[in-house]
């Protein structure tokens, strides 16, 4: 027997997005004391308190930072089913997840055209490197996400969306890179572990036997290429990239092995795809 409604669900999730139980009360048209009553019967049902006082306001607890992504999930998924009879159409709020490369550089007309094709569909887009989506999809925080090869992921479905040209990039003032050992001396600027271009970098490096004299590790493409405009270290990026912010003329390229020149992203999943998702993966495939 189930322990946990919907009602209950809409109930938490609107005392956490409102910071508290007045505002939730007045947003759901509930008296006060019906919202608190729901909230201390959810925690019974599940063995857990689900906010914490902090002063005048309240926090999740962990046990409530848990549920959350859960109920959104549940949440939508409920409202799509009642708009999937109704319309046929999605609705609802889609996660989805992005590396930086492929938001800054690819998603712009994509999302613009699901935007247009889809308008009742709020798209709340979160970025990060290939390792951290995995876990934000895993952890049901994202719905889907894009993400770039090598990557592992049992259990997970997987649509090859887009192709990247790799290149590596120094101050304009470096002489042609041509083997790892070139780099022996300068410092690595990347995102943080579980980049996949830097993985793919690292290997190359490590091909050769070198290691980095040190690493910085950057969370925008443009911090990361002015870093190595201002002549700190190298870098791999995408040439989309490059292209998107009008950076080729800052830097200095140099061609990267064939083998590691190239690489694919990926639209990553879990499970049956929701209506959103499902149309999203049918656009990508007829462009």
């Not at 109930?11 to 008296?31: C, D, P, Q, Y």
């Not at 919202?35 to 925690?43: D, G, N």
């Not at 935007?115 to 719905?143: C, D, K, M, S």
């Not at 989309?240 to 990553?268: F, G, N, Y």
Request: hydrophobic share 45%.
């Amino acid at each position: 027997m189930r322990i946990i409604d919907l009602d209950s669900l809409e109930i938490f999730r609107t005392v956490v997005s409102e910071g508290g139980v007045i505002r939730a009360a007045g947003k759901l048209n509930r008296v006060q004391s019906n919202v608190t009553t729901r909230i201390k019967q959810l925690e019974e049902r599940l063995g857990h308190k689900l906010f914490r006082r902090e002063g005048r306001s309240l926090a999740l607890s962990p046990a409530g930072a848990a549920l959350l992504p859960y109920a959104d999930r549940l949440l939508r998924l409920a409202d799509e089913a009642e708009s999937g009879f109704k319309s046929g159409l999605p609705l609802g709020t889609f996660r989805l997840g992005s590396l930086e490369s492929t938001a800054g550089s690819r998603l712009a007309p994509v999302l613009s055209r699901f935007h247009q094709r889809y308008p009742g569909v709020v798209v709340e887009l979160v970025t990060g490197t290939t390792g951290a989506l995995l876990q934000r999809i895993n952890a049901f925080e994202v719905e889907a996400a894009f993400v770039s090869e090598p990557f592992s992921a049992p259990g997970l479905q997987t649509q090859p969306v887009f192709e990247e040209e790799l290149v590596l990039i120094t101050a304009r003032s470096v002489a042609a890179v041509k083997r790892p050992a070139d780099l022996a001396e300068s410092t690595l600027i990347a995102f943080a572990n579980g980049c996949s271009y830097r993985r793919l970098l690292e290997q190359w490096l490590g091909s050769g036997g070198v290691a980095p004299a040190r690493s910085l590790e950057f969370s925008s493409y443009q911090a990361m290429i002015a870093c190595v405009a201002a002549g700190t270290g190298f870098s791999i990026v995408p040439v989309s990239v490059l292209k998107a912010l009008r950076a080729t003329a800052d830097v200095r390229q140099h061609a990267l092995p064939e083998r590691i020149r190239t690489s694919r992203t990926h639209l990553v999943w879990r499970g049956t795809p929701s209506v959103a998702l499902l149309r999203l993966t049918e656009m990508l495939q007829k462009p």
